[in-house]
């Protein structure tokens, strides 16, 4: 649903990783599905960080569209 919701909004196909580095997934996703999900940048997490106003919509637009695929 996510991948569908990222395609359909972007047109570009996401990138399935657990391998982020910052991220508790890695360990947890050989006992269940893990979703990583959000926007990024090269302010995140430090002084100053911002987004895009542009970034935050499609952002919006790929949550609809993976609530909207979940209850199809």
């Known amino acids: 649903v996510v991948s569908a919701a990222c395609r359909g909004v972007l047109q570009l196909q996401p990138d399935l990783s657990t391998t982020g580095g910052t991220s508790d997934a890695r360990f947890i996703k050989d006992y269940c599905p893990v979703v990583e999900f959000g926007l990024v940048g090269q302010t995140m997490h430090k002084i100053d960080e911002r987004a895009d106003v542009a ?18």
């Open 55 to 72: 970034d935050i919509v499609r952002l919006t637009d790929i949550y609809e569209s993976i609530i909207n695929g979940y209850f199809e």
